[in-house]
């Protein structure tokens, strides 16, 4: 079975001295725990194209700048059973963000409806909490 083509999206900004990472919960699926934005990439799309693209269709956020691109991992979907290539993206806001808040998903085959509730974590503590192996690359968003 071939590898799925994936992005994941780090979105930081500084807060008290620190760099903190955007994640969110499902309201109604609080079981798939805490995660960031990530999904597929499109045909004829590029792997940067899909980040800013999914981070805007799962958090609104419609001006964000790339970063770096940080690299990508294989990683196994063992409930889907797919292998999956992620790449991994640094972005970050170029509009001012509230510390919470609440968006649902208007597109995506998935995703479409899902109610993501949106908050800031330190860097240190969202490489503990995050779900799926997302948490692998925020080694390298340390200074």
């Known amino acids: 079975m071939p590898q799925k083509q ?22 109604d699926y609080p079981e798939a725990g805490i995660q960031v934005p990530a999904g597929s990439i499109e045909p004829g799309e ?17 001006e964000l700048h790339t970063r770096r691109y940080l690299g ?3 990683w196994h979907h063992a409930e889907r059973g797919e292998d999956h290539e992620r790449h991994v993206f640094h972005l970050e806001s170029l509009q001012p963000l509230p ?14 409806g899902l109610h993501l509730i949106f908050y800031w974590l330190n ?21």
């Not at 620190?18 to 919960?25: D, H, S």
């Not at 590029?46 to 419609?62: D, K, L, T, V």
């Open 72 to 74: 990508s991992f294989r």
């Open 46 to 62: 590029s792997p940067e194209q899909a980040a800013r693209r999914e981070a805007f269709e799962e958090s609104g956020i419609r």
């Open 123 to 143: 860097l240190a503590e969202a490489e503990k909490v995050l779900s799926g192996n997302q948490g692998a690359y925020l080694q390298y968003m340390k200074v």
């Open 99 to 112: 510390e919470r808040w609440e968006h649902t998903v208007s597109a995506g085959e998935e995703d479409k």
């Open 6 to 27: 994936k992005v994941q999206c780090y979105i930081t900004r500084e807060a008290d001295g620190a760099t903190q990472v955007l994640v969110f919960k499902h309201r």
